[in-house]
Structures are given as C-alpha cells and as structure tokens.
Nanobody, 120 residues
C-alpha cells in the first residue's frame, strides 16, 4: 500500500510564503511524476504544478513566477509558494504517479490534503 502525506499548510498574510512538503512511501519501484493540486471551496480540484522524472515541469498560469515545485527519486516533493494571494486559498493535494515494486504496474495516489489560507 502506497501512502502519500502532505505537510506544511497553514495561515499566512498576503505577500507571505509557505512551503508544502509531500512524501510518497511504500512498495515503490520508481516515481514518474509528482504534482500539486488545489481545491477552493465550491470549485473543482485544479492542477497547480507538476514535476516529472525527466525534469519536465509545468505550472498553472496563475502561479507561474510565484510557486516552485521540486521532486526527487525518493518520492519527496516540495511546493515553495511565494507572494501568496487570497485566491491561493484552498486545500492543497499531493499526487504521486508511481510504479509499484510488487507488480511493476503504474498507479496514481493522492494525499489527504493540507489547508492553506491567505488573508489580507
């Protein structure tokens, strides 16, 4: 069983910074990609940033230049969030695309989410 756990959420004022961390653990053969999604109240979950094993990185237009994603082969990812805005408020979910050691089959796993609140 693969477990994905986020940490680092909290409350911050406009213009502040937060760093979210994510760890994927379990019978993982390799990590193909790790991503961060955000879900604001009443909205659908949307992709914020995604990093692949081949160093390809994508960001949502709304966070380009303010957020930085990183990941490593050990299944760890971080999302550095700077110049935060009220519209960045929401629950942030980590997603890990991994190949299992047991079956060499790829699956996508989600964390439970961590709340980020940006206030004026």
């Amino acid at each position: 069983q693969v477990n994905v756990a986020e940490s680092g959420g909290g409350s911050v004022q406009v213009g502040g910074s937060l760093t979210l961390s994510c760890v994927a653990s379990g019978p993982i053969f390799n990590v193909q990609a790790m991503a961060w999604f955000r879900q604001a109240p009443g909205n659908q979950r949307q992709l914020i940033a995604r990093a692949r094993y081949d160093d390809k990185i994508t960001y949502a237009d709304s966070v380009k230049g303010r957020f930085t994603i990183s990941m490593n082969d050990a299944g760890q990812s971080a999302l550095q969030m700077d110049s935060l805005k009220p519209e960045d408020t929401g629950v942030y979910y980590c997603n890990a695309d991994v190949t299992l050691h047991t079956t060499y089959t790829s699956y996508s796993y989600w964390g439970q989410g961590t709340q980020v609140t940006v206030s004026a």
